[in-house]
Structure formats: C-alpha cells, structure tokens
C-alpha cells in the first residue's frame, strides 16, 4: 500500500505509533511531505529514523528550508565547520542528535514527488487559470512557503490530484481531519484518489496532538492522537 503524511514536526512517539496502526511493512511506501522538524521533542531522532528507511522518501517543508538556509548563513561566515554544527544542533531541542550525515541528507531534499495519479508537495503548487504551472519552472519558495492551495475556492483542473500539508487543516475547518475535495460529479467518499483535485493532509499534530495519514490506493485516513485513542 502507498501512503502520504505531513508535517510530523518531530512527534515521533506518534509516527511510530500510526505506523503501527496502519501495519506499515517493507512492500508498502511512504511519502513524508516535509516539516518533519521543529515544533516537537524529537526532530533528529525523527529523521534519522525516516532517513533509515529504505520504502520512505522525503520531500523538504518550510522546516526544513528555513534550517538549511540558517546553515548556509553560518558557512559564509566562518571556516571552523566544528562551529557551524555546534550551532546548528542548538537548532533542535534533540540537537545532539544532529551529524554531517543528517545535514548532508536534508540538504538534498525534493521539493516533490509525482507519481501517475497524484503529486505530492509540502506547500502547493503555482496555477495559473487553474493549471499548474510546469514544474520544472517553480522556485523552491513556492513548493514549501505557498498557502493559496488551502483555500476552499482554490480549484486545480487536470488529472492529477495534489496532495499537500503545511496549513493545519483546524485553521479552515475546526477539526484535525484530512481534507479531501473532490472533481465535480464526484463523491467525497470515492476511494479513488484522481477523483479528489486535491488532498489537505496537515493534521496539526503540534496543536492538537492528533497525526493523520492517507492511503492513496484506496483513500482511507487513519490518526492517532497523544491521548492515546
């Protein structure tokens, strides 16, 4: 089965958790929509754990873009790299955690993954007349910053459904559920993922403590909480 989550923010008590729920074995895959980091307690351990996992890809959230922008800074400035990631572990509350290796792997995130009946984004994509623009066009901000796709009235024409975090989805709705927006004539329950236009997987799990995933095979959503339901 193939998955999608988002902004995770270092819960990973809860990750593992959901994980568990879902039964998630080495023939199923993962895609991690960025923001994996800040917010919660455990940001390092979190990706090194993603990191290790040969079914999951990651893509890059605003998190992760504001901390690799915070270290390109410091590398201009100085030479003593020891330095650099001293500073950089006081970044994250388990900064200890944090080695070459981890840096060297955020900094070579994709802002997207496009599979044949969905594109996975942290943020978003920029249309025009309902179209998306070509993605090989699309500055880094735009995947990770954009927050025009979490309105209502946003409507994308095309195949391919878009599935993306980075608003909480309790800032439109009220309530930590994944949000599904399906094509004219389609229903909201179709277990069909090309008849949603797209797909708004940010649970908020740092306000609420719930942690929500999507199937796309068949589109069932499955949470956790930190009160344990």
Not at 73 to 84: F, G, I, N, R
Not at 171 to 200: A, C, Q
Not at 203 to 229: A, Q, S
């Amino acid at each position: 089965m193939n998955y999608c989550i988002s902004d995770i923010h270092g819960h990973y008590d809860l990750f593992c958790r959901l994980m568990e729920k879902i039964k998630f074995c080495a023939s199923d895959r993962l895609i991690v929509l960025g923001d994996m980091v800040d917010k919660g307690a455990d940001s390092i351990r979190l990706v090194k754990l993603l990191f290790s996992m040969p079914n999951v890809s990651c893509l890059a959230g605003n998190h992760e873009y504001d901390f690799l922008k915070f270290y390109h800074s410091l590398m201009k400035q100085t030479e003593d790299y020891d330095a650099v990631l001293h500073k950089c572990r006081n970044y994250f509350a388990d900064g200890n955690l944090l080695d070459w290796d981890v840096i060297d792997r955020l900094e070579f995130l994709p802002f997207y993954e496009e599979r044949d009946n969905f594109i996975a984004v942290h943020a978003g994509l920029p249309v025009e007349k309902g179209v998306k623009v070509p993605l090989n066009k699309v500055r880094a901000e735009q995947f990770v910053y954009d927050r025009a796709f979490k309105d209502k009235e946003f409507v994308l024409q095309g195949e391919k459904c878009v599935i993306y975090g980075h608003t909480p989805v309790r800032w439109l709705t009220g309530r930590d559920e994944i949000l599904k927006y399906p094509r004219d004539g389609k229903k909201s329950d179709s277990g069909n993922i090309e008849d949603f236009f797209k797909v708004h997987i940010d649970t908020g799990v740092y306000l609420g403590g719930t942690l929500g995933c999507i199937c796309t095979d068949d589109c069932r959503c499955f949470y956790v909480t930190d009160k344990g339901k």
